[in-house]
Structures are given as structure tokens and as C-alpha cells.
Nanobody
């Protein structure tokens, strides 16, 4: 499994960014994908997941209505469109998969399967 996130950067409050995750060795037709983030001094937080096979998406309350997860099966890509960004969205963002097909709840690391992680991309929201 190889996951490579990109698209982070510095943006002003209220601005937008789109994160991309290049996925290798994962069948996106079957397995769910997730985005997590980790702010300095805080635990890694699951913010969204998507499953093509179960036609489901989930969002943490902190990003619901502002962030949209999507994927391009043919290109093996997963995206996170982030709008109306706030300073509290500042974090390193990671794409991940636990090789489970389900996206029934906001992703978290306490499930039965370990996550595979990409290298992360820094998002900084500041004026």
C-alpha cells in the first residue's frame, strides 16, 4: 500500500484548498479511504471517509458542510475539497486506509484493523 498526499499550503481564513492522495496497491472499488489530520500537540483526528463499494461518506462535525471527500476510481485518486477554512483547521493532513470496505462512521484509529498512512501534507490557515 502506498499513499501520497499533496496539495497543502498556506491559505487565509475563509479560503479553500483541495488535497489529493495518490493511491497505489489499493482497490478503490472495494476498500474505503479516509482523511485524518493532526494539529501540533493534539491527537490524530479522523475527519472523513468514503467507500465506493457501500456508496457512503462520513464527516466529522468539525468539518461537515465545509469539506467534501471524493475519489476518482480510474485515476486511483482520493480528494478532500476544503472550503471556508478556519485557523483551527491548521494541521498535517493524512490520507489513510485500514483496508476495510466500510465507511459507517467517522474514521478513528481504535478499530480492529491498523491503518496504512501516507506521508502527510501541511495545511496552515492564517492571515
Amino acid at each position: 500500500v502506498q499513499l501520497q498526499a499533496s496539495g497543502g499550503g498556506l491559505v487565509q481564513p475563509g479560503g479553500s484548498l483541495r488535497l489529493s492522495c495518490k493511491v497505489s496497491e489499493v482497490n478503490l472499488n472495494y476498500y474505503a479511504m479516509a482523511w485524518f489530520r493532526q494539529a501540533p500537540g493534539k491527537e490524530r483526528e479522523g475527519i472523513s471517509c468514503i467507500s465506493f463499494s457501500t456508496d457512503s461518506t462520513r464527516y466529522a462535525d468539525s468539518v461537515k458542510g465545509r469539506f467534501t471527500i471524493s475519489e476518482d476510481i480510474g485515476e486511483n485518486m482520493v480528494y478532500l475539497q476544503m472550503n471556508n477554512l478556519r485557523p483551527e483547521d491548521t494541521a498535517v493532513y493524512y490520507c489513510a486506509t485500514d483496508l476495510d470496505r466500510y465507511c459507517d462512521e467517522v474514521p478513528n484509529t481504535s478499530g480492529p484493523f491498523p491503518y496504512f498512512w501516507g506521508q502527510g501534507t501541511q495545511v496552515t490557515v492564517s492571515s
